[in-house]
């Protein structure tokens, strides 16, 4: 395919199936590492199982506001 050439249809496919296996990642990967952290930081601070509930919720948080995002993105495409 040249640069100039249109996007196939095949193109598209293969974008939303890596998106669909993208999605996933994007919602686990900030929640085990905000708990993650939380974890350590609670052990260190003595503070359990505050900042591990905490950092946990707001990993949640991110999680969907980028799965949100990239969605939008996607539907606004032509």
């Known amino acids: 395919m040249a640069p ?34 939380g974890y350590f930081l609670d052990r260190w601070l003595h503070t359990k199982p505050l900042l591990l509930i905490v950092l946990g919720i707001l990993g949640v948080i991110v999680g969907v506001m980028d799965a949100v995002k990239i969605a939008g993105a996607q539907d606004k495409k032509p």
């Not at 095949?10 to 952290?37: H, R, Y």
Request: aromatic share 6%; glycine share 14%; hydrophobic share 45%.
């Open 4 to 37: 100039g050439d249109p996007p196939s249809k095949d193109s598209g496919t293969v974008k939303q199936m890596a998106l669909a296996f993208e999605l996933p990642f994007m919602l686990v990967g900030p929640v085990v590492l905000g708990g993650a952290i």
